[in-house]
């Protein structure tokens, strides 16, 4: 009869009848439910299956649940940009939820191994954080979320209070509220009443840039690590508030795949990960495969996926004491659609992220006790890792770019790491620390793994292929002063609490004559917009120049900012006024000057150069990395208040310019830019405008003669020589660069590079589109070194072409200039050291002379 019955529901789906996806079909059968505990039908007014779950329904189903079940407490731990809250709920039994605060204070503690040592876990529950939906169109997850969140406060019997009893649930529904709700738009939308199963409907069409993304068009599965996100931040707070034993990430894959779950590929395991931590994982896995068994779903594990990136939520876990659990569904990506499987009915998807949210629960209950003495085991053992590590610790920092400092320190400061004032002034590898101004962090602490994790560099690999990117080094990212340290006797002053950002001030009183400020600091753009939005005008000196400060002689770089007193729109003492103000806020140091007498250049100079406020256009649509352009818009709007008109690019052939004195093309295809919208940009660029071009948008430039941009291509030695078939994929991707860090040679003098303070600079880049060299010396301001990689893969062959190749290249047109960049200089939001070079770009572009 049972067999029968899922017959006839698949023929409904198939053939068009308005199915009605009962409860039933995805819950364990012969239990009984609290009947006052409404199921998720009675409150948002449709079975599960039968459309999608928007983010408000589901916020509302889960605080119905949390009213009115004694098993359920709710709190919101963050707002996503388009505030929506982001809730996690803690299910477990009432007795638990009376002694909560005792419970989890006790779990913490078997990371301390201070206080584990006294702790046994005979009787202690287990804590599994379940978490669905990061990518807003893989939406089984969600979806499932409010099955398995009705089965937590409903179910009755013996076996669910034992559940409840031995475990706390950390329930996170919906990770990614701005995108679910943008995808459940979009298909309820386009649904038609009678299913349409052909994948070339526009219901499995998403407009650009799609729902996999936040509101900055993000991928938050890439954030747990950098932590540049509200919905990153507040969810990070929870997980290490609790430090769960298990977390599962509730995924979607393409349609015509099946289900998998972790381990993933083995040789692609961080070797920062322990081999306990795998072996556990896959006998986790064995309940995840037993379960689907007997649905009949079809499954693959240690295929495709990696435990490598600990920026990922299946991995992030990993370095924490716990086991990060990956699930990717085969996505209907609507309702029903055709797949080599058959059709592929959305029902079902959301039944097999229910089965496997099921198997974790039970996986933690039959191995409970093992997975918190795992835990216990892990954080005691950091002190033998660092012990047994050369490398005691990690010092960083310096005077010239204390906001950059400041936000390392966040970061670690959010994931428990502990961090101390430098004690006094040391010489390190040959780099100079202040007391003020530096910090050290000793290796011998619990989070000794995410320390290695943030500060590591890694270039030697079993396996040449990644699913995500290779390095991610933060020092280096961040181009900040840093280096390993062999001990940490003498060197820790005070352990910092909370972290502020810098205050920046006024170096002197008032001035009838101007102030300037460098360039190094990383929001030394935010000042200079502000200022300009004021109507005032700015200078940047192009040569350096020296002036008494405090009765010694300064030294002012390239791209030091002026702001003259006379001639302004405001009076000297509203001027005053606003720049104090700002350098608070802003955290630079501005310093008022009397005389425009100076050694080198004065201040009068016509090598002081007018600067433009910038009026930007961030160029969008289909074709365009969504990503990439996110990153863009997210930098300008978040850091410095200043942000971009995004305007599709197919728009561009039919409005004007003028507005606008930089245009941004992201990585991407241009071609529905037609002969019109080129020549309004070759018109916008004799007119002296910038274009910021990054990645293949520089392919783009070049076919349409704005750039003389040449390619390197990577000719293969070994074409001829006898590959097995089944290899050829494995040959292929292991000549991709996957994401890696490269050293860079820098001319600081050069606008580009404005505010830089050394002569080589670390960047990253992915894939193979490398710059040839240009002919003109003064066009190419950032090449790669001769030895360039820093940390990550690189294929040799790859590596060979890379050395000496253009890493920027600035082309004139007109009165304008075309700036190029082999890569995207502002990945992930974290990569403040190039971020500066785009800034640079954006404020100074309008000032470089000659080009390629």
Known sequence: MKKLYVLIFSVLITFGVKAQTPLSYYLPQNLSYNPNIPKPEDVIGFNIGDQHVSHDQVVMYMKELARLSDRITLVEYAKSYENRKLLLLTITSPDNQKNIEQIKAQHVALSDPNQSANLTTANMPIVVWQGFSVHGNEPSGVNAAMVV?????AAQGAEIDALLK????LFDPAINPDGIQRFSTWVNANKSTTLVTDANSREFSEPWPNSRTNHYWFDLNRDWLPLQHNESKGRLAAFHTWKPNILTDHHEQGTNATFFFQPGVPSRTNVLTPKINQELTAKIGEYHA????????????KENYDDFYYGKGSTYPDINGAIGILFEQASSRGHAQESINGVLKFPFTVKNQVTTAFSTLKAAQGMRVELLDFQKSFYKNATNLAKADAVKGYIFGSADNKSVSYHLLDILKRHQIKVYQLAKNANVAGKTF????????PADQAQYSTIKAIFAKQTQFQDSLFYDISAWTFPLAFNIKYAELSSTTGLLGAELGEVKFPEGQLLGAKSNYAYIFEW???????ILNELLKQGLYAKVASKPFSIPVNGKIKQFEDGTIM????GQPLLADELFTLITSLAKETGIDVLPVNTGITEGINLGSGNFKNIKQPKTLLVTGAGVNANDAGEVWHLLDQRFNMPPVLVEQADINSISLDKYNVIVMSDGRYNTINQSGIDEIKRFLRNGGTLIAMGDANRWTSANGLTNIKYK???????????NYDTQQEVARAQYIPGAIFNCRVDKTHPIAYGISTTEIPVFREGTGMFEKP?????APLTYTNKPLLAGYISPANENVLKGSAAIICSSYGRGQVVSFSDNPNFRAFWFGTSKLFMNAIFFGQTISGGN
Do not use: C, H, W
Not at 290 to 298: F, G, N, R
Not at 713 to 723: C, E, G, L, W, Y
């Open 434 to 441: 202040e007391d003020k101004t530096a910090y050290v962090v």
């Open 520 to 526: 190094n600091e990383f929001y030394a753009p935010k």
């Open 290 to 301: 037993k379960a689907l068994d007997e649905i009949a779903s079809l499954y693959f594990t």
């Open 775 to 779: 002919s003109n010396p003064f066009a």
């Open 149 to 153: 969140a009705y089965y937590l406060a």
């Open 166 to 169: 031995n475990t706390v649930i």
């Open 713 to 723: 291509t990577v000719k293969s030695k070994d074409s001829t020589a006898f590959r």
């Open 563 to 566: 702001i003259p007193v006379g």
